[in-house]
Every structure is written in structure tokens, then in C-alpha cells.
């Protein structure tokens, strides 16, 4: 059978026949009728089938998994035969989900206890998270709650835990939330090993249950959701009712004229219509790209509006627990007129009725644009209204086109990483406490993982290798065997008493990040701090600005990097490029076809009018649009599209040669091309080139005197071993440094936490710096170094879209086409001034867009 659409609903009393007479008495009682995800979910799950649950926020999700559960334990009760054990356990990747499920289930469970009274005995429901006190957790082990509510890194935990896990041995059935969030990142991954590993505990099939509101494709994520089993993916049905709520959506430009309108202008315009919006409606959620931007929105609100500052708040991962969860309680008191979030507000947490949800700039995706959007009209009946303000050209496209794919029903591909090693080292570690096993047995159960299923032998065996402390150049680094490993009985387990305190106190996929000090070379002297993450985005060379001066960056040391002052240098990376969301492939594939259209029209003189007209967008967004593509078009006679890539021979305000590739692939892509066009026109020119990207393409400077024959380029570029020159050019850069740390911490290479000291970030850096070259001298394959460049090239970048490009290249199914230009062409603009895109330099920037405009403007007429 494996993975099935369901697309006939049951009706109404085949549904409810399903539930106990009770149970069924309560929930009509509540609710006036089903909601479509309960129609099909009741029989299925009664059934005790696999299913996965894609439906949009508010539509009765948590009921339609476990109304039937809950049913089941009740008929037990009644009948006396309800044990000391846990039946059910619901994960979510946050403990404020955790703690919303727990208070909506306990509604039904106390209204029918109090019912029914002594003829039955208590449902438990229990939470487990790293909150949970010992004395709730030995509560927990004398009576175990019957349905077990907890998050991943939790579950895992209890794997081995000696005693509690006993509870675990009749665990029927596990409902995974928001699973679009589980699946795309490491966290997704644990749990699919963890799920493995407590059915294999169980020894009989769990009845796996997904929930989720944008998935995409549903197969894929139905298949991470139940995995293998002898080879062939699990039996799963798909129940699709994603789209059974109305959208009202709406594109928004604050100005008659986006180029000429100066920033602090703008910025006036766009707090005037978010003013408007929020006045207009009794609560709205606002959502900024970055946590600096939900900072700023905050605070002009609460200084500079009429609403008063107890009606607006900020909600970010930043705030304490304490200062979130107060917010999110006001929220749903109805205390609030507007709340500013940065992504902490995407998921299900439940914080009461929105009328509308503002985005202020693109969200770069069409499912984080539906998920955010589909915060508002919590109503099963009501509409979710959603209103985007673009602040340039290139967002008011792509938050047109984002739009018209929603209402198009179009959503992004879910990435689920693969063969992740740093975290199968973490279960490998768990699998041993509990057993002796067989190689071959463990390597099975992995396989049965969706994450693991292509997982090769010789790679495992390495990793088991590494595990059992079989180089003695990494114990004189004071890195010890976690697990002894008989090669040739092919048997693998536990070693040494302090194994199991280590696993306990560095488990987990999240990594620990500090801010980084600043400082001049010479003379030495403290400039400020910048995030971790955006120090991984430095190359030698790169100028950045902080307090308001620029920087170019040379090095650093552990937690400490190094820089030299350069007044008369532009940025090449903005401050917050770090928090910026790539644009997703396939939201970038569609705004190519639109622009593919445009052009079309262009060269036929004909009017874009109608086609820009499809977009959901208001008058001034319209305009602004029909003139960009207008402009492009007349200045540099081309426009580039997802099938044409458009390479720009031009100068920057400064004069300086840059050559632009226009390739709307979105900015994960666009990293891997332009290191591989860097490689190769730096060897050719015999110099080092500075990149730029963005979303829509990416810059190379060259030298004043270097001729660049781009056909030899593009041959050369789609020649090589792409994979091999990307790896050679990461190797030695801080992105390595700072990911080999993270996956070292994973592995237990690196400890986060030893004997309950923790260990602070700058000496695990230091730590990690030091055993990268131990690593590459035992094997250059070594699996810890594998996974770094793994996660670097195919979680962070996309290697395997970017090889697709370089193919479609090479057989011509993608066309580039060579321009020069005497002043960088308007599609250029954003990505030659993206280093001035910084706040501090915003009025400066948005001069400098003008003054390209003005130039282009001057050479049409």
C-alpha cells in the first residue's frame, strides 16, 4: 500500500460512531459539527492507521488526533483495565505547544471524569521536558501519565533512562506536531532515529500520527513521518485539507514612487499604514524578517503612535521564557492591539484570536508566508487576512508573486537533511547504554529511519570506528572511547562509567552561540560584538560595518575576531545578513516563469499591464513594478529568468570593475555558484575575488587591468568537479571553523558539559579548532568532518540545486546571455549597494539607489 491520498470523507456518524458513548456526548456537547481534518481522522485512526494531517491553524487539529485516543482510554477505564503505563506520547518542537496540548486535553478529560465520578479511573497526562522538575519526574515514575507530552531532545533522554523507560514497553500510539518544523532540521532528524528506536523497544508497530499545516510534497513528509521497514516505506494515509480556509490577501507599497521617496520618508509612510492596519482591526500580529526589525516596529509604535504602550509587544527568541509566555497570555486575554514577532509566533502556540497578520518585507517563502498568515482568523468559519508592505522593487515582486502562489495553492518543498552523522553518533552512544548489540542489527534499525535509509555500511562502521576511541592521536587530545567495538565478533556497547553522565548532559542538535568581540589589529583596540552566525558568513576581505564605521575582516581566535578599519571601503555584507531567510528555490523557479513572461511581452512592445494585474497587489505596488520591469528592460535590452542567466560587466559607484550574475535561484544556490565562479576566475586572473550575494544573483569584483573572457568562464565553471573546488574553498574559512564545532558538540568530539561543569563556547572553539587538524591527519573522510562539509553544502547551501544549474547549463536548457553596461543595470542596484543596506547607512543607501536610478534614467532619455 505504502503512502495514500485519502480524499472521500466519512460522514459525520461514521465518525463519531468511532468514539465511546460518553466521549461522544462531550464532544457534541462542545462542538456544533466536525471540522474536515476530523471527518477523515476519527475512522482512520480508529483503524489504527499510520496518517499524516495537513490543515490550516485553528481547524481542530489537536482533536483530530486525539479524540479517538482519548476515547480508547476511557472504554479502558470504564472497564477497570487502565495500567501504570504510558499509551500515547505527543511531541512538539516547543514546550509552549507542549503546554497549550496539555491544557486542552485536560478539559475533556476533567468534564467527563466529573461525570462519570468514581466509575472510572483517572486519564493522566503528563509533561516531560527539560523544565520538569525531579520531584515531577518521580511523581511521574510511581504513576506514570497515560498520555506523555514531551519535545524531542526529551524523548531521546528517556530512552535511557533505566527505570522510566520500562513505562514506555506498550507505547500504541505517537502524534508528531507541527512536523514541517520537525523534519527540515537536525532536531527532525533525531527524532526520526528515536522513533525507530522506541518501536524497536516496543517490538510491535506504533501508529504514527503527523500534524502540520503547510506541507509539501505530503508523500515525502508522510514517508520521514513513519519510515522503512525489510526495505519498503511504511503504510501511511495522507489526509490534505490544507486549503479549506479562505484567504484575503494583500500586497501593499506605502508610496506613489518606491525610488524617490528617502528613507526616513518611507519609513514614516509604512508605520502610517501599519498604524491604519492596526487601528482598524481589534488585534493584528505583526511579522519582521529580523529581531532587530520586531525591535524598531516596537518602538516606534509604543514612542511614536496613539496607541497606548501596554497594547503593543514583542515577542522574539531573544526575550526571556518569563516576558514570552506573559505576552503570549495578554494575547490571548485580548490585552493587546499589536504583537511583533521576528518567527517565534509561526507555529501553533494558541494566543487567542487574530483579525489580521501584517509582513513588513517578504518572508521569502510561500509556506512561512501561509503559516504566518494563517495565524489570523482562528475560526473554523473565518477568513485568514494577511497584508504584506513591500519596501523596494525586488520585495513588492516577489511578495506579488509569493501571494498569487497561495492563492494558486503552490507551496515550497520541505528539505529534510539526510545522513546526518553527528547525530546518529549521539544515538549510537544512547543505543549502547542500553545493549550490547549487533553491528548488524543496530544498522538495520537506522536504515528504517526515512533520514537513514540510504545510510552507506562502510560509513557506520567509520563512525563506530570513531565512537570506540580507535585513534590514539585524538585520546592524546583527551578524546576517549564512548563505546568499545569488536570488529570482528560485529558487536558494539557500552564503555566506561562516565559514557552515560556525558550522553545526558550533551544531548541534543542545538548548538550553543555567544556573541563574538571585536577588535583592531593594530593598535589592539575593542570595536564591539557581532552574532556567531554572522561571523561564520565572513571571508578574508569582507567589510562590514559596526557602530556606524566600516571594517575589513582578517581572522579570529576561539570567541575573538580581527579586524582593520577602511574608511573609504563600501560593505560587502550587511550587519543583520546573518538573520536574513533565504528565498526558497522554488518561490525564486516562479518569479523566473513570471519575469520569462514579462519579457516575452517587452519584446513585443506590447503592454504588461494585465500580466502584473494577476498579482494581488494595490495601485502603487502595480506602478512601481510595471516600472522596474520597464526600466530593466529598455536600459539593458534582456531580463533574466530562470532559464536565462544574465551576466553584467559593470562598475560600482566607486568605479571598480563587478561583474553581476543576475540567477534568480535564491540565495542558498546562489553561495555555492558563487564560490565555484570565484574559484575559477580568481585562477584565472591569478588574483582573489570579493562576492556579494544576494537572492536574485550575486557580484564578483575583479582588477582594474584583467581581461575576463566570460564564455571561457562558464566552460571552465561547468568542467570541474564543483563539490571537490567547494569543499577546497570552505576548508580553511570561519563557516568551517564554527560548523565543525557544532557537529563535533553533536558527536560528543567536543563536550558542551563534562561531569556538570559546562564547558564555556569560547574553549569548545578552541577545542574544536584544534581537533579539525587532528581530524584531517587521521582521515581526510573522517565522519565528523564529512558531516560538516555535509551540513554546509547541502543545509546551508544547496549543492544539489547549484549542480543542477551547472548541468542545465552545460546542455544549454539554461541560457546565459553577456551585457556590459556603463552603470549597473536596475535589477543590479540591490545587489551592488547590499553592503550599505545596513540601518546605520540606510539614508546613505537609499541616496546611492537614487543617484544609480538617476544615471540609468539619464542615458533613456
Given at each position: 500500500m505504502?503512502?495514500?491520498?485519502?480524499?472521500?470523507?466519512?460522514?459525520?456518524?461514521?465518525?463519531?460512531?468511532?468514539?465511546?458513548?460518553?466521549?461522544?456526548?462531550?464532544f457534541?456537547?462542545?462542538?456544533?459539527?466536525?471540522?474536515?481534518?476530523?471527518?477523515?481522522?476519527?475512522?482512520?485512526?480508529?483503524?489504527?492507521?499510520?496518517?499524516?494531517i495537513?490543515?490550516?491553524?485553528g481547524?481542530g487539529?489537536?482533536?483530530?488526533?486525539?479524540?479517538?485516543?482519548?476515547?480508547?482510554?476511557f472504554?479502558?477505564?470504564?472497564?477497570?483495565?487502565?495500567?501504570?503505563k504510558?499509551?500515547c506520547?505527543?511531541?512538539?518542537?516547543?514546550r509552549?505547544?507542549?503546554?497549550?496540548?496539555?491544557?486542552?486535553?485536560?478539559?475533556?478529560?476533567?468534564?467527563?471524569?466529573?461525570k462519570?465520578?468514581?466509575?472510572?479511573?483517572?486519564?493522566?497526562?503528563?509533561?516531560?521536558?527539560?523544565?520538569?522538575?525531579?520531584?515531577?519526574k518521580?511523581?511521574?515514575?510511581?504513576?506514570?501519565?497515560?498520555i506523555?507530552?514531551?519535545?524531542?531532545?526529551?524523548?531521546?533522554?528517556?530512552?535511557?533512562?533505566?527505570?522510566?523507560?520500562?513505562?514506555?514497553?506498550d507505547?500504541?500510539?505517537?502524534?508528531?506536531?507541527e512536523?514541517?518544523?520537525?523534519?527540515?532540521?537536525?532536531?527532525?532528524?533525531?527524532?526520526?532515529?528515536?522513533?525507530?528506536?522506541?518501536?524497536?523497544?516496543?517490538?510491535k508497530?506504533l501508529?504514527?500520527?503527523?500534524?502540520?499545516?503547510?506541507?509539501?510534497p505530503?508523500?515525502?513528509?508522510?514517508?520521514?513521518?513513519?519510515?522503512y521497514?525489510?526495505?519498503?516505506?511504511r503504510d501511511?494515509?495522507?489526509?490534505?485539507?490544507?486549503?479549506?480556509?479562505?484567504?484575503?490577501?494583500?500586497?501593499?507599497?506605502?508610496?506613489?514612487?518606491?525610488?524617490?521617496?528617502?528613507?526616513?520618508?518611507?519609513?514614516?509612510l509604512?508605520?502610517?499604514?501599519?498604524?491604519?492596519?492596526?487601528?482598524?482591526?481589534?488585534?493584528?500580529?505583526?511579522f519582521?524578517?529580523?529581531?532587530?526589525?520586531?525591535?524598531?516596529?516596537?518602538?516606534?509604535?509604543?514612542?511614536n503612535?496613539?496607541?497606548?504602550?501596554?497594547e503593543?509587544?514583542?515577542?522574539?527568541?531573544?526575550?526571556?521564557?518569563d516576558?514570552?509566555?506573559?505576552?503570549e497570555?495578554?494575547?490571548?486575554?485580548?490585552?493587546?492591539?499589536?504583537?511583533?514577532?521576528?518567527?517565534?509566533?509561526?507555529?501553533?502556540?494558541?494566543?487567542?484570536?487574530?483579525?489580521?497578520?501584517?509582513?513588513?518585507?517578504?518572508?521569502?517563502?510561500?509556506?512561512?508566508?501561509?503559516?504566518?498568515?494563517?495565524?489570523?482568523?482562528?475560526?473554523?468559519?473565518?477568513?485568514?487576512?494577511?497584508?504584506?508592505?513591500?519596501?523596494?522593487?525586488?520585495?513588492?515582486?516577489?511578495?506579488?508573486?509569493?501571494?498569487?502562489?497561495?492563492?494558486?495553492?503552490?507551496?515550497?518543498?520541505?528539505?529534510?537533511?539526510?545522513?546526518?552523522?553527528?547525530?546518529?553518533?549521539?544515538?549510537?552512544?544512547?543505543?549502547?547504554l542500553?545493549?550490547k548489540?549487533?553491528?548488524?542489527?543496530?544498522?538495520?534499525?537506522?536504515r528504517?529511519?526515512y533520514?537513514?535509509?540510504?545510510?552507506?555500511?562502510?560509513?557506520?562502521i567509520?563512525?563506530?570506528?570513531?565512537?570506540?576511541?580507535?585513534?590514539?592521536?585524538?585520546?592524546?587530545?583527551?578524546?576517549y572511547?564512548?563505546?568499545?567495538?569488536?570488529?570482528?565478533?560485529?558487536?558494539?556497547?557500552?564503555?566506561?562509567?562516565?559514557t552515560?553522565?556525558?550522553?545526558?548532559?550533551?544531548?541534543?542538535?542545538?548548538?550553543?552561540?555567544?556573541?563574538?568581540?571585536?577588535?583592531?589589529?593594530?593598535?589592539?583596540?575593542?570595536?564591539?560584538?557581532?552574532?556567531e552566525?554572522?561571523?561564520?558568513?565572513?571571508?578574508?576581505?569582507?567589510?562590514?560595518?559596526l557602530?556606524?564605521?566600516t571594517?575589513e575582516?582578517?581572522?579570529?581566535?576561539?570567541?575573538?575576531?580581527?579586524?582593520?578599519?577602511?574608511?573609504?571601503?563600501s560593505?560587502?555584507?550587511?550587519?543583520?545578513?546573518s538573520?536574513?531567510?533565504?528565498?526558497?528555490?522554488?518561490?525564486?523557479?516562479?518569479i523566473?516563469?513570471?519575469?520569462?513572461?514579462?519579457?516575452?511581452?517587452?519584446?513585443?512592445?506590447?503592454?504588461i499591464d494585465?500580466?502584473?494585474?494577476?498579482?494581488?497587489?494595490?495601485?502603487?505596488?502595480?506602478?512601481?513594478i510595471?516600472?522596474?520591469?520597464?526600466?530593466?528592460?529598455?536600459?539593458?535590452?534582456?531580463?533574466?529568468?530562470?532559464?536565462?542567466?544574465?551576466?553584467?560587466?559593470?562598475?560600482?559607484?566607486?568605479?571598480?570593475?563587478?561583474?553581476?550574475?543576475?540567477?534568480?535561484?535564491?540565495r542558498?544556490?546562489?553561495?555555492?555558484?558563487?564560490?565555484l565562479?570565484a574559484?575559477?576566475?580568481?585562477?584565472?586572473l591569478?588574483?582573489?575575488?570579493?562576492?556579494?550575494?544576494?537572492?536574485?544573483g550575486?557580484?564578483?569584483?575583479?582588477?582594474?587591468?584583467?581581461?575576463?573572457?566570460?564564455?571561457?568562464?562558464?566552460?571552465?565553471?561547468?568542467?570541474?568537479?564543483?563539490?571537490?573546488?567547494?569543499?577546497?574553498?570552505?576548508?580553511?574559512?570561519?563557516?568551517?571553523?564554527?560548523?565543525?564545532?557544532?557537529?563535533?558538540?553533536?558527536?560528543?568530539?567536543?563536550?558542551?558539559?563534562?561531569?556538570?561543569?559546562?564547558i564555556?563556547?569560547r574553549?569548545?572553539?578552541?577545542?574544536?579548532?584544534?581537533?579539525?587538524?587532528?581530524?584531517?591527519?587521521?582521515?581526510?573522510?573522517?565522519?565528523?568532518?564529512?558531516?560538516?562539509?555535509?551540513?554546509?553544502?547541502?543545509?546551508?547551501?544547496?549543492?544539489?540545486?547549484?549542480?543542477?544549474?551547472?548541468?542545465?547549463?552545460?546542455?544549454?536548457?539554461?541560457?546565459?546571455?553577456?551585457?556590459?553596461?556603463?552603470?549597473?543595470?536596475?535589477?543590479?542596484?540591490?545587489?551592488?549597494?547590499?553592503?550599505?543596506?545596513?540601518?546605520?547607512?540606510?539614508?546613505d543607501?537609499?541616496?546611492r539607489l537614487?543617484?544609480?536610478?538617476?544615471?540609468?534614467?539619464?542615458?533613456?532619455t
Amino acid at each position: 500500500m505504502g503512502i495514500s491520498f485519502l480524499r472521500e470523507p466519512w460522514t459525520d456518524e461514521e465518525s463519531l460512531s468511532c468514539l465511546d458513548k460518553d466521549v461522544r456526548e462531550w464532544f457534541q456537547s462542545k462542538f456544533k459539527r466536525l471540522t474536515p481534518p476530523q471527518k477523515f481522522s476519527f475512522k482512520l485512526i480508529s483503524m489504527r492507521k499510520n496518517v499524516i494531517i495537513t490543515a490550516p491553524t485553528g481547524s481542530g487539529k489537536t482533536f483530530s488526533a486525539f479524540m479517538v485516543i482519548l476515547s480508547e482510554l476511557f472504554r479502558l477505564s470504564k472497564e477497570r483495565k487502565l495500567e501504570d503505563k504510558v499509551y500515547c506520547i505527543y511531541v512538539s518542537p516547543l514546550r509552549a505547544l507542549d503546554n497549550d496540548i496539555y491544557k486542552n486535553l485536560m478539559v475533556p478529560l476533567q468534564e467527563i471524569k466529573r461525570k462519570l465520578g468514581d466509575d472510572i479511573d483517572e486519564i493522566r497526562v503528563g509533561i516531560r521536558t527539560g523544565d520538569i522538575s525531579p520531584y515531577e519526574k518521580q511523581k511521574q515514575l510511581k504513576k506514570p501519565p497515560h498520555i506523555l507530552i514531551t519535545t524531542p531532545e526529551s524523548l531521546a533522554i528517556i530512552l535511557n533512562s533505566l527505570k522510566f523507560v520500562e513505562k514506555l514497553k506498550d507505547v500504541q500510539w505517537v502524534v508528531v506536531d507541527e512536523i514541517h518544523e520537525l523534519a527540515s532540521s537536525k532536531r527532525g532528524v533525531h527524532l526520526s532515529l528515536t522513533l525507530e528506536r522506541l518501536e524497536h523497544l516496543v517490538g510491535k508497530e506504533l501508529v504514527r500520527i503527523g500534524l502540520g499545516a503547510t506541507l509539501y510534497p505530503l508523500e515525502e513528509v508522510a514517508k520521514y513521518l513513519v519510515g522503512y521497514k525489510d526495505g519498503k516505506e511504511r503504510d501511511c494515509i495522507v489526509v490534505d485539507v490544507s486549503w479549506f480556509k479562505p484567504f484575503d490577501l494583500k500586497l501593499i507599497c506605502p508610496t506613489d514612487d518606491i525610488i524617490y521617496t528617502d528613507a526616513e520618508k518611507l519609513n514614516s509612510l509604512m508605520y502610517k499604514e501599519l498604524e491604519n492596519i492596526i487601528k482598524n482591526h481589534r488585534t493584528t500580529l505583526v511579522f519582521t524578517n529580523t529581531r532587530s526589525g520586531t525591535e524598531r516596529v516596537v518602538y516606534h509604535l509604543k514612542k511614536n503612535s496613539k496607541f497606548k504602550e501596554e497594547e503593543i509587544a514583542a515577542h522574539h527568541g531573544s526575550l526571556s521564557r518569563d516576558i514570552r509566555w506573559e505576552v503570549e497570555n495578554r494575547l490571548k486575554n485580548g490585552e493587546l492591539r499589536a504583537v511583533v514577532s521576528s518567527t517565534s509566533l509561526e507555529l501553533g502556540i494558541d494566543i487567542g484570536y487574530i483579525d489580521a497578520v501584517v509582513q513588513i518585507g517578504s518572508p521569502k517563502s510561500v509556506s512561512r508566508c501561509v503559516q504566518r498568515i494563517g495565524r489570523s482568523g482562528h475560526g473554523l468559519e473565518d477568513t485568514a487576512k494577511g497584508i504584506i508592505i513591500g519596501m523596494d522593487r525586488d520585495d513588492l515582486v516577489e511578495c506579488g508573486i509569493m501571494l498569487k502562489c497561495i492563492r494558486e495553492r503552490k507551496l515550497d518543498e520541505v528539505y529534510i537533511p539526510r545522513n546526518c552523522l553527528d547525530v546518529l553518533a549521539q544515538h549510537i552512544v544512547g543505543m549502547a547504554l542500553n545493549k550490547k548489540w549487533k553491528v548488524e542489527e543496530a544498522f538495520s534499525l537506522i536504515r528504517r529511519s526515512y533520514c537513514y535509509r540510504d545510510l552507506p555500511y562502510h560509513t557506520f562502521i567509520s563512525l563506530l570506528h570513531y565512537l570506540a576511541g580507535h585513534y590514539a592521536s585524538l585520546e592524546d587530545r583527551n578524546v576517549y572511547g564512548k563505546i568499545w567495538f569488536d570488529e570482528d565478533e560485529g558487536v558494539f556497547g557500552r564503555r566506561g562509567k562516565y559514557t552515560k553522565v556525558i550522553y545526558y548532559l550533551n544531548i541534543g542538535t542545538i548548538p550553543d552561540e555567544v556573541k563574538v568581540d571585536v577588535f583592531t589589529t593594530n593598535p589592539r583596540r575593542y570595536v564591539g560584538n557581532i552574532e556567531e552566525d554572522f561571523l561564520e558568513r565572513l571571508r578574508r576581505g569582507d567589510i562590514f560595518v559596526l557602530g556606524g564605521s566600516t571594517y575589513e575582516f582578517k581572522y579570529a581566535r576561539g570567541m575573538r575576531c580581527f579586524v582593520e578599519e577602511r574608511k573609504e571601503e563600501s560593505p560587502t555584507i550587511p550587519a543583520w545578513f546573518s538573520e536574513l531567510l533565504p528565498l526558497s528555490y522554488d518561490l525564486a523557479i516562479e518569479i523566473g516563469k513570471f519575469r520569462e513572461r514579462i519579457e516575452e511581452r517587452l519584446k513585443r512592445k506590447k503592454s504588461i499591464d494585465d500580466i502584473v494585474s494577476e498579482l494581488p497587489v494595490d495601485e502603487r505596488a502595480k506602478k512601481a513594478i510595471i516600472e522596474y520591469f520597464e526600466a530593466q528592460y529598455r536600459y539593458a535590452k534582456t531580463i533574466p529568468t530562470h532559464r536565462k542567466i544574465v551576466i553584467e560587466k559593470t562598475t560600482d559607484l566607486n568605479g571598480r570593475r563587478v561583474v553581476v550574475f543576475h540567477c534568480i535561484f535564491g540565495r542558498r544556490v546562489n553561495d555555492a555558484l558563487s564560490r565555484l565562479f570565484a574559484f575559477v576566475i580568481g585562477k584565472k586572473l591569478k588574483t582573489d575575488v570579493r562576492i556579494t550575494i544576494n537572492d536574485n544573483g550575486f557580484s564578483l569584483m575583479i582588477p582594474e587591468n584583467k581581461d575576463l573572457d566570460i564564455d571561457d568562464v562558464i566552460k571552465l565553471a561547468t568542467e570541474v568537479d564543483m563539490e571537490k573546488i567547494l569543499r577546497e574553498n570552505i576548508r580553511r574559512t570561519e563557516l568551517m571553523k564554527r560548523r565543525f564545532r557544532h557537529c563535533a558538540s553533536r558527536s560528543f568530539l567536543v563536550l558542551r558539559n563534562y561531569k556538570g561543569h559546562k564547558i564555556s563556547v569560547r574553549k569548545q572553539q578552541i577545542g574544536a579548532e584544534r581537533l579539525i587538524r587532528v581530524c584531517q591527519e587521521i582521515d581526510p573522510s573522517f565522519p565528523i568532518l564529512e558531516e560538516t562539509y555535509r551540513e554546509i553544502l547541502e543545509d546551508l547551501m544547496d549543492i544539489r540545486k547549484a549542480k543542477e544549474v551547472i548541468e542545465k547549463l552545460k546542455k544549454s536548457q539554461i541560457r546565459y546571455e553577456v551585457i556590459e553596461t556603463k552603470h549597473p543595470s536596475p535589477f543590479a542596484h540591490n545587489l551592488i549597494l547590499l553592503g550599505d543596506a545596513d540601518i546605520i547607512l540606510m539614508k546613505d543607501r537609499k541616496k546611492r539607489l537614487m543617484e544609480l536610478h538617476e544615471k540609468i534614467m539619464k542615458e533613456l532619455t
